[in-house]
């Protein structure tokens, strides 16, 4: 499992549900209690409770 100290903002995240665009693909662009996410493909901006972010990624792709 994914530590949350291990993710960093501007990191791309690879999670493990596809986006309805059809990308599984996330840009970190805040972090803290809540995350802020992008998706790479559609751009659709998501803020998620880290608690709920952790369980969905998948790896970190880039760093």
């Not at 599984?24 to 901006?45: M, R, S, Y």
Request: proline residues 2%.
């Amino acid at each position: 499992m994914i530590k949350l100290s291990e993710i960093n903002v501007s990191d791309k995240v690879e999670t493990k549900k596809n986006h309805p665009c059809g990308s599984n693909v996330w840009v970190v662009l805040q972090k803290g209690a809540d995350f802020k996410i992008q998706c790479e493909k559609c751009k659709h901006v998501v803020l998620i409770s880290a608690e709920t972010f952790k369980k969905s990624v998948k790896k970190i792709l880039e760093q």
